[in-house]
């Protein structure tokens, strides 16, 4: 089992940069693909990212590709989303999440992840 704290959450003007960080716990964060969610009010949670075990392959929902940026450091046990050029659009609950499965696929389904941290707000204003 592992289990998962975001930070990072805040609130900037449109055009700016935020960094979410998510701390795991456990000694096999590695065996682990990892993703972000985000869920703004009324909305159902939707995939922004997915990291590979070994950080070497990322994906990216359309909305964020190439602003988002998605990392992970294994020896520190904790994923990274770097969000720049944020959108009031982004505004949500973004949360991390970890997928147990052996497959190698990098999944965007929420209910294909096992584990979930509280989230963190991010709220950007226009």
């Known amino acids: 089992q592992v289990q998962l704290v975001e930070s990072g959450g805040g609130l900037v003007q449109a055009g700016g940069s935020l960094r979410l960080s998510c701390a795991a716990s456990?000694?096999?964060?590695?065996?682990?693909?990892m993703g972000w969610f985000r869920q703004a009010p009324g909305k159902e949670r939707e995939f922004v990212a997915a990291?590979?075990?070994?950080?070497?392959?990322?994906r990216y929902a359309d909305s964020v590709q190439g602003r988002f940026t998605f990392s992970r450091d294994n020896a520190k046990n904790t994923v990274y989303l770097q969000m720049n050029s944020l959108k009031p659009e982004d505004t949500a609950v973004y949360y991390c999440?970890?997928?147990?499965?052996?497959?190698?696929?990098?999944?965007?389904?929420?209910?294909?992840?096992?584990?979930w941290g509280q989230g963190t707000q991010v709220t950007v204003s226009s």
């Open positions: 990291i590979s075990r070994s950080g070497g392959s990322t």
């Open positions: 456990g000694r096999t964060f590695n065996s682990y693909n």
């Open positions: 999440a970890a997928d147990n499965s052996p497959l190698g696929v990098l999944r965007v389904g929420p209910g294909r992840y096992d584990y």
